[in-house]
């Protein structure tokens, strides 16, 4: 089955934002969910294209948990041009996914980053670009010696950032020739390394200082200059 929440908005104080249960595609383009539990929770999930762009996740604990069923493995999640603010928990947790492609988007977690519960042996692609991670521990985590792709081929590296936006790598990594990417490369977890870390956040509007609140309002193009 399938679920389309496209330009919804959700607020479930005490749960959890969305839940789904065997279902094969989750489509939460231009969404707003608040949750006190898991922004977006999924298990059992069967192979199927899901779809997070443009979205606004504010979660007490994980922002998005996708948890594949016994026997999948083959699915994908496109996490495009949004945030995900999760207080007290990690920001992205998928389970037995192929492929994750994150552009664009802007990450505050209290725990990991990004987890990736590989379960697959081989043609996984995983990416994560031109993305701001506040976050109070930077890591990725991939399971089964998988690897993560942070650059495209191009100077589009990520921002690193404490959770106050102050002592990440990108807030004090060395810029000798002032071109807005750090002089030496930086290595979050996950099997890979980022090669070009920038060292500020072209992704507007994100609000620090508020737990419950990570907003963005654009441009998603900075890194094209």
């Known amino acids: 089955g399938t679920l389309d929440l496209t330009g ?9 934002g969305v839940y789904i249960k065997k279902l094969s595609t ?3 383009d231009s969404a ?3 949750a006190g539990e898991n922004g977006i929770f999924g298990e059992y999930l ?3 294209s899901n779809s997070i762009k443009n979205a ?3 979660a007490g604990n994980n922002g998005v948990r996708l948890d594949a069923s016994s026997g999948a493995g083959n699915g994908s999640l496109d996490l495009i041009e949004s945030t995900i603010n999760a207080t007290n928990g990690n920001g992205v947790n998928v389970k037995s996914f192929k492929l994750l492609h994150a552009d664009s988007i802007a990450v505050k977690s209290k725990q990991r980053t990004i987890i990736i519960d590989s379960g697959k042996s081989s043609g996984t692609n995983y990416s994560v670009q031109r993305s701001c991670i506040y976050s109070g521990n930077n890591d990725v985590y991939v399971s089964s010696q998988k690897s ?3 650059n495209d081929g191009n100077d589009n590296g990520n921002y690193w950032s404490s959770l106050d936006g102050t002592s990440g790598y990108s807030n004090t990594c060395v810029d000798s020739d002032n071109n807005g990417i750090c002089d030496n490369s930086f290595d979050p977890g996950g099997g890979g390394t980022d090669e070009y870390p ?3 956040c072209s992704i507007d509007s994100i609000e620090i200082g508020n737990p419950s609140a990570l907003y963005i309002t654009g441009p998603f193009d900075a890194w094209d200059t």
């Open 26 to 28: 989750l489509t939460a």
């Open 56 to 58: 606004n996740i504010t």
């Open 198 to 200: 920038v060292t500020s």
């Open 8 to 16: 919804s908005t959700i607020n479930a104080t005490n749960g959890n």
């Open 148 to 150: 993560v792709n942070y």
């Open 46 to 48: 069967y192979d199927g």
């Open 32 to 34: 707003t969910i608040s």
